[in-house]
């Protein structure tokens, strides 16, 4: 490739109005040479500035009232859902509901179940614990604040996954790879009370530069993002799904999008499955 | 940003009040419409509000995170609504600003801003026009380059031209502003 060429694919997908397949050959540049991710970082850097050049405009003050009043909203549901009086009870009678099926009924097939509910939660810890560990092994370069800003976000997420994983009115759904997939599995707990699902996956194929995995749930009516997350090295994932509003989902599907996410999951999907009722 | 992931409300203020006009600003500049921009200047701030982690300072700088989440919301925003009424809209950069919004005039963070804006703005005019018209239709467009090929009738061959040189200026002319960022880092 000539250098001019190189620069002229370097930066336009900085600019992010690359088609493809040209931004499969740059990520197939920058994986294979690190000079050429270099050299894309310091275009990123530009190309963030240029947002800077927008006149600035004052908001509307109502909106500052209206932000806030979601926020809030928002906290108070996070806080009702994670408030143990309000779970506990269901659980305590969940569990004592379990116990007495399975004395009474199917006492293998329910100890199966309790088998795979604790091996979730401690997918879950052990998750959590892994991200928390490697903050402090890894980032010692950040600044206090940094990390303590992490530690706090691990730990909101801790409690948020065990009221999903725990919340009576959890729903299991196995997740099924596309062809785009390559044979990635997953597996997702919905609980509606919670307004939060937990998504665990492996074998997920590795992304170019710039893309991320969104996760979409989907109900009769709308489609609405659950989030983005990156993999580790080996295309596994354990994280919290947030919607922004509230929905009964029917479906859920793993897709690629650009970083910061999409407003559809587009052709690229390679995980779906059914939330169950 | 600390406050803001232990779930004070009062940190998230202190970053709406900070930034939620460059979102704006950013958000209006890409849907030139004033509304559509205040709802996606409300998801920007929610989702930060809801995974504060999502944002990695080891990766970015937390402003440069933020303009380029509002921007991919706001072309996200700006192709759905394009989907959904079947307009076939022309981008025009050199159309004046949309009516509506005042300018902006908080005079701490303009002071704070303002040298970069201006340096960012000088650098921007400096361009020749064809080449500042292609990096903004890109930018702010969310254009491909056969879409801007396209839309200004000009080879794709010339566009991509335009863009490396464009870009290739801009990254002389802000060098110094990049210095200065890189010792602000240093120094923070």
């Known amino acids: ?277 | 940003m600390v406050g803001l992931g232990a779930g004070e409300l009062e940190a998230l203020e202190g970053l709406y009040d900070r930034y939620s006009s460059l979102v704006f600003s950013v958000a209006v500049r890409v849907l030139n419409d004033r509304q559509l921009a205040e709802d996606v200047t409300q998801e920007v701030f929610l989702r930060l509000w809801r995974r504060p982690g999502s944002y990695d300072p080891e990766r970015s700088r937390f402003r440069s995170w933020l303009m380029s989440v509002t921007r991919n919301r706001s072309i996200d925003e700006r192709r759905r609504v394009v989907r959904r009424l079947r307009l076939e809209e022309r981008e025009d950069d050199a159309a004046p600003d949309p009516p509506g919004p005042e300018r902006f005039h908080d005079p701490q963070l303009e002071a704070e801003l303002a040298e970069d804006r201006r340096a960012v703005r000088e650098a921007m005019t400096r361009l020749p026009p064809p080449q500042r018209e292609v990096i903004e239709l890109a930018y702010f467009g969310g254009l491909t380059q056969v879409e801007i090929a396209a839309l200004t009738r000009e080879p794709l061959g010339t566009v991509k031209t335009r863009i490396r040189l464009g870009i290739q200026k801009l990254r002389v002319a802000l060098v110094d502003l990049r210095g200065e960022h890189d010792v602000k880092s240093a120094e923070g």
């Open chain 1, 1 to 277: 490739m000539r250098p001019e060429e190189r620069e002229q694919l370097l930066a336009a997908f900085a600019l992010g109005t690359l088609s493809e397949p040209d931004g499969a050959v740059v990520r197939d540049l920058v994986r294979s040479d690190p000079a050429a991710a270099d050299e894309l970082a310091g275009y990123h850097e530009i190309v963030d500035m240029i947002a800077l050049s927008a006149p600035l405009r004052r908001t509307d003050p109502t909106l500052r009232s209206r932000v806030l009043a979601a926020a809030r909203k928002d906290r108070t549901r996070q806080t009702r859902r994670l408030d143990p009086r309000r779970w506990l009870p269901w659980v305590a009678a969940a569990a004592a509901i379990t116990l007495l099926l399975a004395w009474g009924w199917n006492l293998q097939g329910t100890l199966d179940q309790v088998q795979r509910d604790n091996s979730v939660l401690t997918a879950v810890v052990e998750a959590e614990a892994k991200r928390l560990q490697s903050l402090f092994e890894t980032e010692t370069d950040v600044s206090s604040q940094a990390l303590q800003l992490q530690v706090q976000s691990a730990t909101s997420e801790i409690e948020l996954a065990l009221a999903v994983t725990t919340a009576p009115d959890v729903r299991s759904s196995i997740l099924q790879s596309t062809a785009a997939g390559h044979g990635a599995r997953g597996h997702f707990l919905w609980s509606e009370d919670t307004g939060a699902g937990w998504l665990t996956a492996n074998d997920l194929p590795q992304l170019g530069l710039g893309l991320v995995y969104e996760v979409w749930l989907l109900d009769s009516r709308q489609t609405i993002s659950g989030g983005t997350f990156l993999p580790d090295d080996a295309g596994r994932v354990e994280s919290l799904v947030l919607p922004l509003t509230t929905l009964r989902p029917s479906r859920i599907v793993i897709a690629v999008s650009p970083q910061g996410g999409a407003d559809n999951p587009g052709a690229t999907r390679v995980l779906e499955g059914f939330v169950l009722r």
